[in-house]
């Protein structure tokens, strides 16, 4: 059971409080596989955040509490790290700005449309905010960081504000996360493109 010893974000708060489950697959592309269950991130972040979105997003398992990521240059995050079971999404798009010499540079991936669904597991995502609409199966909201058990491996120190959930469904989803680790991404339909002044996710 791995413990994260890190310190400690237009919806309403059990929508808030999904804030990156959508996030979670589409992260995890440029995430460190971390081996066997949801393993805490080793690394400092970067200091743009990703944006997502997708059309769909199941999971069952959801567990989620408040912490901070810290960047190379020591300043700190507000994120709400959040540990998914098994999840399966639709129509993906995933994207980044990065700034270069010859101006800003859009990093871009889409997966499933047509193609078919996405499938993910295991993951833990560090996020912002999100937008969409949500719905959880046997939500515990306010329950001990330390107490959480839907998601193996995922829980904090004793004291923190934690959530919990055995299902949850988000729609219509717009979001933006820190970083992802461990688990396991199925990506059908996968494109990549990193354009000069490229367009966005959203």
Known sequence: MTTRTQPEGRTAWKRAAAV????????????????????????????????VSAGRLTSKGLASYVTVDRAADGSGHPVAL????????SDLCQS???????????????????????????????GEDL?????FDQVEIGR??????TVPGVRGQPGPFGLQATGVTVTGVRSHARSATGGDLRLKGLTLNVALNGKACF
Do not use: H, N
């Open 20 to 51: 990156a489950v959508p996030a979670v697959a589409a992260v995890a592309v440029m995430a460190v596989a971390m081996g066997q269950g949801a393993l805490a991130s080793s690394f400092a972040v970067s200091g743009a955040a990703l944006q």
């Open 82 to 89: 959040l540990g998914l079971g098994e999840a399966m999404l």
């Open 96 to 126: 980044a700005r990065v700034p270069t010499p010859v101006g800003t540079v859009v990093f871009k991936l889409t997966a499933g449309g047509k193609a078919g669904p996405i499938a993910a597991s295991d993951l833990v995502i560090d």
């Open 131 to 135: 937008s969409g609409d949500a719905r």
């Open 144 to 149: 001990d960081a330390a107490a959480l058990d």
